[in-house]
């Protein structure tokens, strides 16, 4: 059971460079998020999705794009990269009940130069 | 606007002590209230999820508690031991806002049990 699958693990970029940071679960959940975590802020709220075809901005979602096709998959994409996005990104998933807790992937490293 | 502190930032105990970490949210309405762990360069694993009905959630040597009203959670962790060394997070899911299926996080505190 992989649970909550995030690739690369890691990735360098030049400043201005576009990528997508890949996101999977197996666990049937509706609902996925993703997060950064940079040193100083703690974890903070980009974009998620309540369900396929459906999302929405969190936090800090300026630079960044999301779509949700299907339940299982939710990439994001980083428009043209600058240096303020280096950071740790984070996938997670939760189940429609209240009384479920989040599932974290483990995590994208990624460097911009 | 929801926020979340925790204290201390950092701790450092011998092996065998119990200890506390602290966990408080200005707003209480909250669904339910996370405790994560995250080692170095890892992700987030999820220790203990209270819902805001429940006082408190066991798991082994870990105790959580809630106090709603007060806006404060603790993490008890009996004899310690190295291995519980990590960071230590906690999150509340508001219960409200557009993002209300979403977590809003403290900064951690960094646990260091010495041998």
């Known amino acids: 059971n992989a649970g909550v699958t995030q690739t690369p693990k890691f990735q360098v970029l030049k400043t201005g460079q576009s990528m997508t940071l890949q996101c999977a679960q197996d666990?049937?959940?509706?609902?996925m998020s993703w997060y950064r975590q940079d040193p100083g802020m703690g974890l903070r709220l980009i974009h998620y999705s309540v369900g396929a075809g459906i999302t929405d901005q969190g936090e800090v979602p300026n630079g960044y794009n999301v779509s949700r096709s299907t339940t299982e998959d939710f990439p994001l994409r980083l428009l043209s990269a600058a240096p303020s996005q280096t950071s740790v990104y984070f996938c997670a998933t939760r189940g429609s009940y209240s009384n479920q807790p989040q599932h974290f992937g483990d995590g994208t490293r990624l460097s911009i130069l | 606007k929801q926020e979340v502190t925790q204290i201390p930032a950092a701790l450092s105990v011998p092996e065998g002590e119990n200890l506390v970490l602290n966990c408080s949210f200005t707003?209480?309405?909250?669904?339910?209230l996370q405790w994560f762990r995250q080692d170095p360069g890892k992700g987030l694993t999820s220790l203990l999820l209270?819902?805001?009905?429940?006082r408190e959630q066991t798991s082994g040597r870990l105790n959580a508690s809630l106090d709603k009203s007060s806006g404060r959670s603790t993490l008890y962790i009996a004899a310690s031991q190295p291995g519980d060394s990590a960071t230590y997070l906690c999150?509340?899911?508001?219960?409200?806002?557009?993002?209300?299926?979403?977590?809003?996080f403290g900064k951690g505190t960094k646990l260091s049990v010495k041998p």
């Open positions: 666990m049937n959940h509706e609902y």
């Open positions: 999150a509340v899911r508001p219960g409200y806002g557009g993002s209300q299926g979403n977590l809003i």
């Open positions: 707003d209480s309405a909250i669904y339910n």
């Open positions: 209270i819902q805001s009905s429940q």
